[in-house]
């Protein structure tokens, strides 16, 4: 959660006047590397959206989002979420040296979002650049996965949230 990428999100959000929730990866606070397979990762994210509706932010609009595996899972979530956006910071589209294998490619994760997305990817990150796509947007960093250089995350964030503030301002409809 100290990430500089995850701070920087929080700062560009909170400028803005949006309520912010951090939440640690549940095999992070198990003291694990490793993250725990997908289904348990997805399920563990809703159970917090799920407390966090019914507490924090109940009544707020979702915008969900993460970086690396938090980021894919936000992806997976978005819809069971009730996300109305994802904010994905260094979205691991293919394993390092794995790009030209379609097996391992995580784009349908992101193909399956139904809402805005926004992708800052570090330009040299080995875990690939996901393309951008209609409703997909991707704003290249200085930088590998870990997006070290908070400025430039906060930079690419900031207007993004700032476009889609405005939009749910003039229209309920149009957050979609």
């Known amino acids: ?6 701070q920087a999100a929080k700062k560009a959000a909170l400028a803005l006047g949006l309520s912010v929730a951090l939440v640690e990866q549940p095999y992070r606070v198990a ?14 994210w809703l159970a917090v959206v799920a407390q966090l509706r019914e507490d924090a932010l109940q ?5 969900t989002g993460g970086r690396s595996s938090g980021a894919r899972v936000a992806c997976r979530t978005a819809g069971e979420a009730g996300a109305s956006a994802v904010v994905c910071l260094a979205f691991p589209l ?3 040296g794995r790009g030209d294998d379609p097996a391992k490619s995580r784009l349908p994760e992101l193909g399956a979002v139904r809402v805005p997305v926004l992708i800052v990817q570090g330009e040299r990150d080995p875990f690939g650049m996901p393309p951008p796509a209609r409703g997909r947007t991707v704003v ?3 930088g590998t996965h870990g997006l070290r250089s ?3 995350v906060e ?11 405005a939009r749910a301002r ?5 957050r979609a």
């Open 1 to 6: 959660m100290n990430a500089p990428d995850l």
């Open 31 to 44: 003291g694990r590397r490793s993250p725990a397979p997908a289904s348990q990762l997805d399920a563990a």
């Open 59 to 63: 009544g707020l609009e979702l915008l």
């Open 94 to 96: 293919h394993p390092p």
């Open 140 to 142: 290249a960093v200085p």
């Open 150 to 152: 908070g400025v430039a």
């Open 155 to 165: 930079a690419a964030v900031r207007p993004w949230l700032a476009h889609r503030l």
């Open 170 to 174: 003039r229209s309920p409809a149009a």
